[in-house]
Antibody
Framework: QVQLQESGPGLAKPSETLSLTCSVS????????WSWIRQPPGKGLEWIGYVHNSGATDYNPSLKSRVTISQDTSKSQSSLKLSSVTAADTAVYYCTKGSGWYFSWGQGALVTVSS | EIVLTQSPGTLSLSPGERATLSCRASQNVNNNYLAWYQQKPGQAPRLLIYDASSRATGIPDRFSGSGSGTDFTLTISRLEPEDFAVYHC?????????FGQGTKVEIK
């Protein structure tokens, strides 16, 4: 059973770049899709996008101009970068395995955007 | 983008009762690529159902999914105390993947 663990700063300043890493253990990061989903406090889930180890990516159009999802196979990690953040980007960020339905989830990382 | 609308927003029921949750899509969800998740406070969502009606590994058979096209239903046949939570539907037929706003099942 693959395990996912998000890590990164819990605080980001407005206009800066939010960066999170997802460490994958118990399974291969290769030949799989790795997705990021976020959830603002008290609100619903929002799909951010995914990366495949082929290099293929797909992003939510609402975030596409600001988001980059990448994968480092040698480190068994997926990474999320979201630029020009505002308070509206405050959320719990989850990494997940897959591109369709999501069985495996990390525990989530709360990122607060505040000066 | 496919917009998913869940109803009701909150469902107040007693343990042992049957829960019926609805998820309606703004356009056809091809191949019935629809999933249901359960989420408890402070936890990540847990996959219950995929492909509209297939139970995920380890999910009790009191959870069932049905529907096709634009109308989907999650049924919990007899509510157990641990089933009181928020339930989300999600479509993966199109990009971007989208989620409903959630239905909270609370103890009456």
């Amino acid at each position: 059973q693959v395990q996912l663990q998000e890590s990164g700063p819990g605080l980001a300043k407005p206009s800066e770049t939010l960066s999170l890493t997802c460490s994958v253990s118990g399974g291969s990061i290769s030949s799989n899709y790795w997705s990021w989903i976020r959830q603002p406090p008290g609100k619903g889930l929002e799909w951010i996008g995914y990366v495949h180890n082929s290099g293929a990516t797909d992003y939510n159009p609402s975030l596409k101009s600001r988001v980059t999802i990448s994968q480092d196979t040698s480190k068994s990690q997926s990474s999320l970068k979201l630029s020009s953040v505002t308070a509206a980007d405050t959320a719990v960020y989850y990494c997940t395995k897959g591109s369709g339905w999501y069985f495996s989830w990390g525990q989530g990382a709360l990122v607060t955007v505040s000066s | 983008e496919i917009v998913l609308t869940q109803s009701p927003g909150t469902l107040s029921l007693s343990p042992g009762e049957r829960a019926t949750l609805s998820c309606r899509a703004s356009q056809n969800v091809n191949n019935n690529y629809l999933a249901w998740y359960q989420q408890k406070p402070g936890q990540a969502p847990r996959l219950l159902i995929y492909d509209a009606s297939s139970r995920a590994t380890g999910i009790p058979d009191r959870f069932s999914g049905s529907g096709s096209g634009t109308d989907f239903t999650l049924t919990i046949s007899r509510l157990e105390p641990e089933d009181f939570a928020v339930y989300h539907c999600q479509q993966y037929a199109n990009s971007p993947r989208t989620f409903g706003q959630g239905t909270k099942v609370e103890i009456k």
